[in-house]
């Protein structure tokens, strides 16, 4: 049972636009999300991240949106650049859980495009 | 080293044989993962250290499966009598947080078991 979802395996989106890629969560004891970038045979980079107690974090281009109740997170690429054509991960962990695994669990990824 | 790396970057293995992954993580990073990732799936969690203890093996497949960092930097992941199934890029991971945030990953290796 995957507790992280990224439904969306592809998403192109012509440059200068917005480019928008969702991710949804089941485990409701996640409360640190992540989005990772992923360049073939490289591993994933670390993007950007958030905390449960935000619903908003931004750097550059770059943001993340958090919606709790809805158990959804989304990042927003804008503008869009050539360079940003990847496989994008969403992954959580649950760092205040105290125990258990420490490690992150990812989604399968969505492959963005984008197009010039 | 600079980043997290990983060797070799490619192995191919016959079914049965015993593989040795390497990983040398940042230096001073307290936290070191090993994830599997298999083709077209995302990263999934195999096994954590916070210095040479290892604190979560709950991922390992099978037990033919065994990590270890005995000295608190370098990791291995040996998988043992490797089969089909086994093939995939296994990619490490350090932090210097005891927890997985922001855990900067090595290239990988990519396993082939023939």
């Known amino acids: 049972d995957q507790q992280v979802k990224q439904n969306s395996p592809s998403l192109s989106v012509q440059e200068g636009r917005i480019s928008i890629l969702n991710c949804d969560y089941t485990?409701?004891?996640?409360?640190?999300f992540l989005w990772y970038k992923k360049y073939p045979a490289e591993g994933p980079t670390f993007l950007i991240s958030i905390s449960s107690i935000k619903d908003k974090n931004e750097d550059g281009r770059f943001t993340v949106f958090l919606n709790k109740s809805a158990k959804h997170l989304s990042l927003h690429i804008v503008p869009s650049q050539p360079g940003d054509s990847a496989v994008y991960f969403c992954a959580a962990s649950a760092v205040g859980s105290g125990g258990g695994a420490d490690g992150l669990t990812f989604g399968k990824g969505t492959h963005l495009i984008i197009q010039p | 080293g600079a980043g997290v790396s990983q060797s070799p970057r490619y192995k191919v293995a016959k079914r049965g044989q015993d593989v040795a992954l390497r990983c040398d993580p940042i230096?001073?990073?307290?936290?070191l993962f090993w994830y599997q990732q298999a083709l077209g799936q995302g990263p999934e969690f195999l096994t954590y250290f916070q210095n040479e203890a290892q604190l979560d093996k709950s991922g390992l497949p099978s037990d033919r499966f065994f990590a270890e960092r005995p000295e608190g930097s370098v990791s291995t992941l040996k998988i043992q009598r490797t089969q089909q199934e086994d093939s995939a890029v296994y990619l490490c991971?350090?932090?210097?947080?005891?927890?997985?945030?922001?855990?900067?990953f090595g290239q990988g290796t990519r396993l082939t078991v023939v």
């Open positions: 991971a350090s932090s210097s947080y005891s927890g997985g945030t922001e855990a900067f």
């Open positions: 485990n409701s004891m996640f409360d640190y």
């Open positions: 230096s001073g990073h307290v936290s």
